[in-house]
């Protein structure tokens, strides 16, 4: 190899792997473009239902506030209060160097009085789903008994209770089983739901659902199961009121 054929092969190295780079990025690219397109309809639709998911376990969510308009009305009718109670200190200052006081001890006196009646609807949602759960793994034992599978049975309580949210506990099953209509596997939409629930019983019977699932067998046992542990822990929050009165 000449003097002249020496000096210029690392140009021609570096021209040859920027080369080669250049097209193996645009073939990655190519495919991960590929793929976004082929998965776009069905991700906007997880994305979706993901978000409702996600509206389970916010402040309005552990409140029992699921519904739209529901949801809605409450951020009005909080903000609506923040407004009165500033406006209520803003007006009764004594002074004018006293009403920026006045309007921030109105702000805090309101949201003490949002944090006490968001913590009384807490309560009553948490009561709710106490006293719904067992109801609801009795029901689903009554369909796996007669011959659905633990999804066409959730299936029948969800279409059965599609008005709303009166049934706390079939709301948060009509989640899991949205997130699984629209492509996600049904053991991964009831865990996706239970870490967005706070409430420790109800965690406790989807992650229970998924184990059953998942491992096959006997449903029915291990439904009995989880409807006795429900309902163990509704006695217990019952006789916990009772005591406290």
């Known amino acids: 190899m000449s003097f002249q054929t020496a000096r210029q092969f690392p140009r021609w190295l570096g021209g040859a792997l920027r080369a080669a780079y250049e097209r193996g990025w645009s073939r990655r690219r190519l495919q991960e473009l590929t793929r976004e397109m082929i998965a776009e309809p069905q991700s906007d639709v997880v994305t979706a239902e993901a978000r409702t998911i996600g509206e389970l376990g916010d402040r309005l969510g552990r409140c029992g506030l699921h519904a739209p308009d529901v949801r809605r009305r409450a951020v009005l009718a909080g903000s ?103 492509g996600m596997i049904f053991s991964e939409a009831l865990c996706e739901v239970a870490d967005a629930i706070s409430v420790r019983e109800v965690r406790h019977v989807l992650l229970h659902l998924d184990i059953s699932g998942a491992e096959g067998g006997e449903l029915i046992p291990s439904l009995r199961s989880l409807g006795d542990f429900a309902y163990g822990e509704w006695k217990q929050g019952v006789e916990a009121r009772i005591r406290r009165l």
């Open 80 to 182: 609506a209060v923040l407004a009165a109670a500033c406006s209520c200190g803003w007006l009764l200052a004594s002074s004018p160097t006293s009403e920026l006081m006045g309007a921030l001890i109105g702000a805090y006196l309101a949201v003490c009085f949002i944090a006490i009646v968001a913590k009384v609807l807490q309560a009553r949602y948490e009561r709710s789903i106490a006293y719904c759960l067992p109801l609801v793994i009795e029901s689903l034992i009554l369909l796996v008994e007669s011959g659905l599978d633990i999804l066409p049975a959730i299936q029948q309580l969800v279409n059965a209770e599609e008005d709303g949210d009166s049934d706390p506990v079939v709301a948060i099953l009509r989640a899991a089983y949205r997130l699984s209509s629209a």
